[in-house]
């Protein structure tokens, strides 16, 4: 290991202990740890830097790991220089949060990565031991951030979970008329857990509670969208997603990808838990309310109980709902048996195709039809797996397709050398000439004529869902004549809406 990636934490731990009480986000005030007012447009652009040289030290990483090592050792000397000069700059910046910078350099550290010392043939070297993350030297400078992990690495979050009478009815609901769709939640969780677990076991954070938020959120589907606009398996809005990293590539909305999603959540449940100082609940109902919503109630370091009779009836009954049952699906995911559960056997181990032939992802599910002991076919997972793949449009052979490994001998014997796969093909063209018959024409004849109707919202709807339905209609068109507002294009049920004349009697 080179030295400087000995000697940083230690000059981290120094620097960063000035500004170890600032709190995770400002709202213009002087803080304690670092008086005077708080720029805002400073702080962020800090933060931004920081975030930038974080994942230049992963990337150093990954180049190291693939034997590019005079340019891994290159880049990784310069993002840590990067990340040296940033902690000095907290120190002085009022507002500065030092647990952000504490919690993500210690991240970086204890990655399990090889450094680029480390490919010579060197044994690599973990940061931390046994005991996670508690062991390591920058948490150990810093104690709400170590009673914070105490809490949630190296025990069960049975330990922590309080079964009180809400979260009682909210694994009653689990086990009754929503018993379907935590089932559900769990198939699809296991079909993508390799992608989900990693990103939460690297920052020390409980499975349990990764499938209670999933659950609860999207039951597991990765393009699942609210009414409000929050997307994604874990349901992120889009400043919020911008804000962890979830941007939009080559088209892609990543808040779609599970992997990145699950990266970007723990990283929010790790910020909030500094600054509620552990209290597992008020952090649940900060990602659903609001965190300035939850630090306005219950205090920063969280010195009140989400419980407390104050705090729970000034919720939105959305809110409170939302936090129990998310620590019902958690708890039920620990202990099924107590609650006569059975939760179905899942091989969600992680396999791979190469296209034989041009196929679109609506063909591969009707090939391999039920094989494999899936019951409700494998649309789903293959939809989770290649999120940016759109499932109706063909993809060229060579075109890798992630999927249960279990599959891969599956794809050969029935899309490839069977006869289920020309029934795939032709069934797929039948819906494409299906498609391009009346809406076009009925699109031009139509806006040349009234130019829009009208729509009612209803309740589940969403702008996205309204579009879709449409079958000619653009949400940014829809939101456009309505004068909606992205990311949100927040509707109401009852509201009416102008739709292109297009979409007339659907």
């Known amino acids: 290991m080179s030295s400087v990636l ?4 230690i000059a981290l731990g120094l620097l960063l202990a000035a500004c170890a009480t600032a709190p995770a986000k400002t709202s213009g005030r002087p803080t304690p740890g670092n008086k005077g007012k708080v720029d805002e447009i400073a702080l962020n652009r800090l933060y931004g830097e920081f975030d930038a040289a974080s994942q230049r030290h992963l990337s150093a990483l990954d180049l190291a790991a693939h034997g590019e090592v005079e340019r891994a050792r290159v880049e990784l000397n310069g ?10 700059r907290c120190t002085t910046l009022p507002g500065c949060d030092g647990a952000r910078f504490f919690s993500t350099y210690d991240r970086l550290l204890r990655a399990g990565l090889e450094t680029p010392d480390d490919v010579d043939g060197e044994e690599p070297v973990v940061v931390g031991d046994e005991g996670g993350v508690a062991g390591s030297p920058l948490v150990a400078a810093l104690p709400a951030m170590d009673r914070t992990i105490t809490l949630l690495n190296g025990r069960e979050l049975a330990d922590i979970l309080v079964l009180n009478e809400p979260v009682k009815a909210g694994i009653e609901q689990w086990l009754t008329q929503y018993r379907p769709n935590l089932v559900t939640a769990y198939v699809n969780y296991q079909i993508m857990r390799y992608r989900m677990w990693p990103e939460y076991h690297k920052v020390g954070l409980p499975e349990a509670l ?5 659950a609860k959120e999207s039951g597991g589907r990765v393009h699942a969208v609210s009414r409000a606009g929050a997307s994604g398996p874990l349901q992120f809005m889009y400043a919020t997603g911008l804000r962890f990293g979830l941007t939009r590539r080559d088209g892609f909305d990543q808040r779609f990808d599970p992997g990145l999603s699950a990266r970007a959540n723990a990283a929010y449940i790790n910020e909030q838990l500094a600054i509620f100082n552990g209290n597992l609940e008020l952090v649940i109902a900060a990602y659903n309310g609001g965190e300035g919503r939850m630090q306005r109630l219950a205090g920063r370091g969280g010195q009140k109980s989400f419980w407390d009779p104050d705090i729970y009836a000034a919720l939105p009954a959305e809110t409170r709902d939302y936090v129990p049952m998310v620590l019902a699906a958690a708890w039920l995911f620990l202990h099924p048996e107590r609650y006569n559960l059975q939760f179905p056997k899942v091989d969600g181990r992680p396999g791979s ?5 041009p196929a679109t992802l609506a063909e591969l599910t009707v090939c391999l039809g039920n094989e494999g002991a899936s019951a409700d076919g494998w649309f789903r997972a293959l939809r989770n797996l290649n999120p940016a793949l759109d499932p109706a449009e063909r993809q060229p052979a060579g075109t890798r397709i992630e999927l ?3 599959l891969e001998p599956i794809y050969r014997r029935s899309c490839v050398e069977g006869q289920w796969g020309q029934l795939a093909a032709d069934l797929h063209t039948a819906s494409l000439a299906v498609a391009a018959t009346t809406p076009k024409a009925t699109r031009v004849a139509t806006v040349r004529g009234s130019g829009t109707h009208s729509y009612v919202v209803r309740k589940g709807d969403s702008l996205a869902a309204i579009a879709r339905r449409s079958g000619c209609a653009r949400i940014e068109e829809i939101a ?8 949100r294009y927040a509707i109401r049920a009852g509201q009416t809406l102008k739709l292109p004349a297009c979409a007339a009697g659907r």
Do not use: K, S, T, W
């Open 79 to 88: 993002a840590l220089d990067e990340l040296q000069a940033a902690a000095v």
């Open 6 to 9: 000995r000697c940083l934490p």
């Open 353 to 357: 195709i190469m296209l034989a032939e």
């Open 210 to 214: 990764l499938f209670g938020i999933l």
């Open 480 to 487: 456009r004549l309505n004068g909606l507002r992205a990311p």
């Open 404 to 406: 249960p490994a279990q």
